[in-house]
C-alpha cells in the first residue's frame, strides 16, 4: 500500500520552461513534506519542504505547493536549467515518524 | 559543509556470503536512519536509530539483516547471509530534526552473484 505516490516515471522539459512535479498522498496524518533531487550513483540531496500549515513554500527557482484537501503536492522549477535533470522525489512524514518516499520522477531538461 | 560518510561505495559478492556497511552521520545528528533503494523505487526504511537505540526496524528482514550504533554515533547495517534480491542501493541518513530534512550519504551500491 503505497502511502506517496508519484504517478508520472518521468518528465521531459525544454530548458528555460517551467517543470511541474507532482506527488499524491493517501495517509492524512502526514503533516510534513520535502522534495529530494537524486543524481545517479549519489544520495538523495534535499530541496525544500513544506509544513502542513502551509500552502505554498518558494526558495529561489523552486516553489513546493501543498493541496491538503486534495491530498496532493507538487514542485515547480522556474526555469528550468540543464543542471536541474535529475530524478526527484517527494518524501512525506507524520510527527517524528520516519519519512515515506514516492518512486520518484525522472526530469530530463532539454537544452 | 557537513557530509554522512558510507563505505564501501560499491560491493558485489556472491548469494549466502556476508556483507557489511558502515555509515558515519554528521556529527551531533542523534537520529541514523538505514533506507534500501531498488532500481526505480524509491528509498524505502530498514531501520531507525534514536542514539543507540532501535525506535523503528518493522521493516528490517530480521533472519538475515542486523543493524548496530553501539555508542550512538556510528552504525554497521549486515546481511547474512546474502541473497540475489538484495541487490539495491544502501543508502545512510542523519538528521538533527526533521525541518531540516535528512542529510543522505552517498550510499553502498551491492550487487549479489
Known amino acids: 500500500d503505497q502511502q506517496v505516490k508519484q504517478n508520472s516515471p518521468s518528465l521531459s522539459v525544454q530548458e528555460g520552461r517551467i517543470s511541474i512535479l507532482n506527488c499524491d498522498y493517501t495517509n492524512s496524518m502526514f503533516d510534513y513534506f520535502l522534495w529530494y533531487k537524486k543524481y545517479p550513483a549519489e544520495g538523495p540531496t534535499f530541496l525544500i519542504s513544506i509544513s502542513s500549515i502551509k500552502d505554498k513554500n518558494e526558495d529561489g527557482r523552486f516553489t513546493v505547493f501543498l493541496n491538503k484537501s486534495a491530498k496532493h503536492l507538487s514542485l515547480h522549477i522556474v526555469p528550468s536549467q540543464p543542471g536541474d535533470s535529475a530524478v526527484y522525489f517527494c518524501a512525506a512524514s507524520t510527527g517524528n515518524t520516519p519519512l515515506v518516499f514516492g518512486k520518484g520522477t525522472r526530469l530530463s531538461v532539454i537544452a | 559543509e557537513a557530509e554522512v560518510a558510507q563505505s564501501p561505495r560499491y560491493k558485489i559478492t556472491e548469494k549466502s556470503q556476508a556483507v557489511a556497511f558502515w555509515c558515519d552521520p554528521i556529527?551531533?545528528?542523534?537520529?541514523l536512519y538505514w533506507y534500501r533503494q531498488i532500481l526505480g523505487q524509491g528509498p524505502e526504511l530498514l531501520v531507525q536509530f534514536q542514539d543507540e537505540s532501535v525506535v523503528d526496524d518493522s521493516q528490517l528482514p530480521k533472519d538475515r539483516f542486523s543493524a548496530e550504533r553501539l555508542k550512538g554515533v556510528d552504525s554497521t547495517l549486515k546481511i547474512q547471509p546474502a541473497e540475489l534480491g538484495d541487490s539495491a542501493m544502501y543508502l545512510c541518513?542523519?538528521?538533527?530534526?526533521?525541518?531540516?530534512?535528512?542529510?543522505f550519504g552517498s550510499g553502498t551500491r551491492l550487487t549479489v552473484v
Open positions: 556529527s551531533g545528528h542523534a537520529t
Open positions: 541518513a542523519s538528521s538533527r530534526n526533521r525541518e531540516g530534512g535528512y542529510t
